[in-house]
């Protein structure tokens, strides 16, 4: 592991924007550009993970426009949730902006989430607005949703973006754009490195909402994302992934009487997309990865009991901020939830 100190000698920033790349090839360096001209960039600092990137992306970066940098360049890939970990452990902020390598951040980027902070200052995680980077008409998404039967899926993705919500709840951020408070990140025990990545966001949101948290989806904090841009959205690695940590964030988060209730129905769909995905040509992925999630479980189950032990919310409450239209999921609608005011 080689490390790149940042400069210490200013004021303490208010926020620390971390971005993890792996093989993030020509999107890396735009993705920094558009970091150092935020508006916000003379209180902020970067910290970059790479993980292992064999394309050349990490090599002969320019940084020296942004106003803090540390970098660490690891020996192999330890995945999003790790890299992450690592990054809000060394980061400075009292908050942490999450940013994908293939995203660009609009100049008012994080000017846009400290006025949500300082609008709800109540609320420790909000998402911001992903815009589709090849076709501005379309949302990429707006905060991740989360199907009550344990389908989690990015709120808008695809869809026009007329139809970009106003701030309202969603159940989580989405890692490409998210912004936490550090210490309440922390408390709840960062992301969970064991699903190195896919639907890191979606659990440790979970675990935040149980400890009675709640999540701001805010429209102005925009940034453009090109959307796997690094990763295939249904590669093999994607689809063994995905369905492997679906069933952990499941059985990890759901409270004990809805768990009880609802884990049947959540084997039935689990068998229903075995199926589909046999049909769409994906059977040994989905096999893997449901093979090597039930692997899991035992240890899951273990770190289950220190997840519920730290549980304010009801089984009823949490499952309020759930989504019970399938239709919204198959057709990748969003779904916030206006709130009565501000601050509210």
């Known amino acids: 592991m080689s490390e790149i100190l940042p400069?210490?000698?200013?004021?303490?920033?208010?926020?620390?924007?971390?971005?993890?790349?792996?093989?993030?090839?020509?999107?890396?360096?735009?993705?920094?550009d558009a970091v150092a001209a935020q508006e916000e960039a003379g209180s902020l600092e970067v910290?970059?993970?790479?993980?292992?990137?064999?394309?050349?992306?990490?090599?002969?970066?320019?940084?020296?426009?942004?106003?803090s940098f540390h970098a660490l360049a690891l020996d192999e890939n330890?995945?999003?949730?790790?890299?992450?970990?690592?990054?809000?452990?060394?980061?400075?902020?009292?908050?942490i902006a999450l940013l994908n390598p293939d995203t660009e951040a609009a100049p008012d980027w994080l000017a846009a989430f400290r006025r949500a902070k300082e609008t709800y200052?109540?609320?420790?995680?909000?998402?911001?607005?992903t815009i589709d980077m090849t076709n501005p008409d379309l949302m990429d998404g707006a905060g991740d949703c989360y199907f009550g039967l344990g389908i989690p899926w990015r709120g808008g993705y695809q869809r026009p973006v007329t139809e970009l919500p106003s701030a309202g709840e969603c159940f989580s951020p989405c890692g490409a754009s998210a912004l936490f408070r550090r210490d309440a990140f922390l408390a709840a025990g960062g992301f969970d490195e064991r699903f190195f990545c896919y639907c890191?966001?979606?659990?440790?949101?979970?675990?935040?909402?149980?400890?009675?948290?709640?999540?701001?989806?805010w429209p102005d904090a925009r940034v453009r994302h090109f959307g796997s841009g690094t990763t295939s959205v249904a590669s093999p690695f994607a689809v063994r992934h995905g369905t492997r940590n679906r069933l952990w964030t499941f059985v990890k988060n759901m409270p004990p009487l809805a768990l009880i209730l609802l884990f049947p129905l959540h084997i039935a769909l689990t068998c229903a997309l075995l199926v589909r995905g046999a049909m769409k040509g994906r059977a040994g992925p989905t096999w893997a990865g449901l093979w090597e999630g039930v692997s899991g479980l035992p240890a899951?189950?273990?770190?289950?009991?220190?997840?519920?032990?730290?549980r304010k919310l009801s089984s009823l409450q949490i499952l309020k901020a759930m989504s019970w239209n399938w239709n919204r999921v198959r057709q990748r609608r969003t779904d916030v939830r206006e709130f009565e005011g501000p601050g509210s």
């Open 7 to 32: 400069d210490t000698s200013g004021p303490r920033p208010w926020v620390s924007v971390i971005i993890v790349n792996h093989n993030g090839g020509r999107f890396l360096q735009p993705a920094l």
């Open 78 to 95: 330890t995945g999003f949730a790790r890299g992450n970990n690592l990054a809000v452990n060394l980061a400075r902020g009292d908050w």
């Open 300 to 310: 899951v189950w273990a770190d289950r009991r220190r997840v519920q032990a730290r």
């Open 200 to 217: 890191e966001d979606v659990d440790i949101g979970f675990r935040l909402r149980l400890e009675g948290e709640r999540c701001v989806f």
């Open 47 to 67: 910290i970059l993970v790479d993980n292992a990137s064999s394309d050349g992306s990490f090599d002969d970066l320019r940084t020296d426009h942004l106003p």
């Open 121 to 129: 200052p109540d609320t420790a995680m909000f998402a911001g607005a």
